[in-house]
């Protein structure tokens, strides 16, 4: 790639209100492209999902996976709906499978909260958060997906696994993300989230944590157990930085994340691996809500931002990290100026919300701040 190709992006908006919060994305990167120019991308869109699945037997077609591999980086909607699942029960969920097939292993949830956003918690500090949670993808007690076995209708298993090829650059890809958010004014604290007092695998998670941690001395390595750390994340989350923790218990973090930014709707994410990366919003596809256009596109739009600062970083393309800035920055200013959701008990439906984050978009605000 040289200065001034398009980026070639593989678009996944999947089923429910994946497709309909994939459409704003795609609008606001153009504009946000558009107005610092030098930036131009590809977009290239594939049917996958529980409705490619009901209607064509394959939830990730090939030719998707293989246009998802070829691409500079991928976008995905949502995917899966509770009525459409495979034979064991379980639903369909390829955004899964893109994370085992490209090595994702690093699930990016940053938890920043907006500007003029109805109270969460009651305590004033709460109304700035700023930390991410950092979900390892790939393995944990998900590496039981699809493994696990039930025997003799009397008993269940699922088996976690962690391993050091995957923990040692999850444990780095931390300790980076600290330091760059240090340099930016951040705390530079990582905590590795564990239940190291009662499981080997866990114990074994930390050991190697505490491995790499010696190779960034810049950077404070803690540790926390994940109940203590549910707990901090309600009664103190602003003295929260990085967090990095297995599969399971990110899973479940990230959603708590999003809750206190004000619902599913807010919350953004980026699945990184050593190649590729997958960047969505870290909700379903909201079947109760969707085709009435009241879907809140601010995830999948900031999963877009955080589209163009990995493929800044990876590129060298100083103008892909001003537009992720200017992305940020209109998201802010139309939550400034007073947008209120369905999901938050308002009345901006998704085209609102894009229109007033479009509007928002002005090269001139990164200037002046
Ligand atoms: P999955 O298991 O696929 O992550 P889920 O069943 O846990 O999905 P979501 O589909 O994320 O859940 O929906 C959870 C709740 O959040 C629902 O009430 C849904 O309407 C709401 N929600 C999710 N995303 C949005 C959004 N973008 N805008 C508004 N509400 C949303």
């Known amino acids: 790639m040289t200065t001034n190709d398009a980026f070639q992006i593989a678009v996944l908006p999947g089923d429910g209100i994946g497709h309909e919060v994939m459409a704003p994305c795609i609008e606001i990167l153009n504009a946000a492209a558009a107005q610092v120019g030098g930036l131009s991308f590809r977009f290239e869109t594939h049917q996958a999902g529980a409705m490619h699945y009901r209607d064509h037997g394959v939830a990730l077609p090939a030719s998707a996976l293989e246009a998802a591999r070829k691409a500079d980086a991928i976008l995905l909607g949502a995917m899966g709906w509770p009525a459409i699942r495979y034979a064991d ?186 190649d590729h990366a997958v960047f969505q919003p870290c909700h379903g596809t909201a079947p109760d809500i969707a085709g009435q256009g009241k879907a809140n596109p601010t995830a999948m739009i900031l999963s877009g931002a955080m589209m163009l600062d990995w493929l800044g970083e990876k590129h060298g393309r100083p103008e892909a990290l001003q537009a992720a800035d200017l992305v940020r920055a209109a998201v802010d200013k139309a939550f400034a100026g007073g947008l209120k959701p369905y999901e938050i008990g308002g009345t901006d439906g998704t085209a609102d919300i894009t229109r007033r984050v479009i509007a928002a978009l002005d090269h001139k605000t990164l200037e002046v701040a």
């Open 89 to 274: 029960g379980t639903e369909i969920a390829p955004q899964l499978d893109l994370r085992f097939e490209f090595g994702l292993f690093a699930g990016v949830r940053p938890v920043r909260t907006l500007p003029s956003m109805p109270a969460i918690l009651a305590d004033r500090r709460a109304a700035h958060l700023d930390f991410v949670v950092i979900r390892e993808s790939t393995e944990g007690l998900f590496a039981s997906r699809g493994k696990g076995v039930v025997i003799d209708d009397r008993e269940a298993r699922d088996t976690m696994v962690i391993t050091r090829d995957v923990c040692e650059p999850l444990f780095d890809f931390s300790f980076k993300l600290a330091r760059q958010r240090k340099a930016r004014g951040g705390k530079g604290i990582v905590a590795c989230v564990d239940k190291a007092n009662v499981f080997t695998s866990f114990a074994f998670f930390r050991k190697i944590f505490d491995e790499r941690a010696s190779a960034f001395p810049d950077v404070r390595a803690d540790h926390a157990y994940i109940d203590a750390t549910a707990l901090d994340m309600v009664r103190r989350p602003w003295a929260l930085d990085v967090l990095v923790t297995e599969n399971m218990f990110g899973d479940i973090l990230s959603d708590l994340g999003a809750g206190l930014m004000g619902g599913m709707g807010f919350a953004p994410s980026a699945d990184i691996g050593a």
